[in-house]
């Protein structure tokens, strides 16, 4: 017997009673679909749309369809003569995400990379209100120049009608990387404008415990807790309350991979757009950004170029609303595949 193998079984023999029973339902049911072809073969057979489909919501209005981002002709048909107040898109970073190079994360030379977003940016341009948000979830490839993000970022100049607003970054509590180099804990998140949208300020979680910032108002010496309108702190373009998604959450949907934070996406949501505005997002894949919107009640039109991810938004929206649950957490939103 190999030393790996009696560490397993001394760790088994002397784990809880209780742990090792709830041991096999900690593990995620439905593997990464986008590396798993014959499973996402199967998954497909269950898929209620194809290419050019669009899911209507009955009681809220979402929309949900089968499209190309780059194609505006789809997108101008999905939307007909509604403007949305807020676009939020987290479209493929050209980043080789866990190492595996697959169709729906692909990674492609940089050029390529910023021709697709080009033709995506026109087509999010084409459609949005006069006063409008754009978000965009962006990744930095550290092994690869830094690539697409600054690449990007320079592209993005070429729209004038978009005004940059600001940089953000979501702190990571699970980081990652290896003992040779600092732990790699942060997303990136580009804001822009076009026109005058509104804004609507919130407030995170965390109480304001910091002291020490005076200012003299009104002729008497103040600090900031005196003069602040909240107990708790504003939320900056950091952001270190959000907890990325991992397969011990509610939220978590088993089979996708690096799915956006449900509590980031309704952060957006709240200080961009009014209630029954409407929110396109162009990258529908985990569903996020419709649940965010069910919960805020703003009216959400989503799609994807796979069928697969339009299966599990729809879902998604379906189990939140019979169950309460924002996610599966390491249950599986393909149910039927579990007795092939």
């Not at 789809?74 to 003569?81: S, T």
Request: hydrophobic share 35%.
């Amino acid at each position: 017997m190999t030393t790996s193998m009696q560490q397993m079984l001394f760790t088994l023999e002397t784990m809880p009673k209780k742990v090792r029973a709830n041991r096999g339902r900690t593990t995620e049911k439905l593997k990464r679909l986008d590396l798993h072809g014959q499973l996402k073969e199967k998954a497909l057979r269950y898929c209620r749309l194809r290419y050019g489909d669009v899911w209507e919501d009955p009681i809220r209005g979402h929309k949900v369809a089968v499209l190309d981002a780059t194609k505006i002709e789809d997108i101008r048909e999905l939307l007909g003569k509604e403007k949305p107040k807020l676009v939020i898109n987290d479209p493929p970073y050209n980043v080789v995400v866990g190492n595996a190079n697959t169709t729906n994360l692909p990674k492609t030379s940089v050029e390529a990379y910023i021709n697709f977003s080009r033709q995506w940016v026109t087509n999010s341009l084409a459609i949005m209100d006069e006063d409008c948000h754009l978000y965009v979830w962006i990744g930095a490839d550290y092994k690869d120049n830094f690539q697409p993000l600054p690449d990007f970022m320079i592209m993005m100049r070429e729209f004038k009608e978009l005004k940059a607003r600001n940089f953000l970054t979501m702190r990571n509590q699970r980081g990652y990387g290896t003992q040779e180099n600092w732990m790699w804990v942060r997303q990136e998140l580009l804001h822009y404008t076009r026109g005058k949208p509104e804004f609507r300020v919130v407030y995170t979680d965390i109480p304001k415990i910091l002291r020490g910032y005076y200012k003299i108002v009104n002729g008497k010496k103040t600090e900031n807790l005196e003069r602040s309108k909240s107990e708790t702190i504003r939320p900056g373009n950091v952001w270190v309350d959000v907890q990325q998604v991992f397969y011990r959450m509610e939220e978590n949907v088993s089979g996708c991979y690096a799915q956006k934070p449900l509590k980031a996406i309704e952060r957006i949501i709240l200080t961009s757009s009014k209630e029954h505005d409407l929110v396109v997002d162009f990258f529908a894949h985990s569903g996020t950004t419709l649940i965010a919107g069910e919960k805020t009640k703003r009216k959400v039109f989503t799609f994807d170029i796979d069928p697969i991810f339009t299966e599990i938004t729809i879902r998604r929206l379906e189990n939140y609303r019979k169950t309460g649950k924002t996610g599966w957490q390491w249950d599986n939103p393909f149910r039927e595949l579990e007795g092939e």
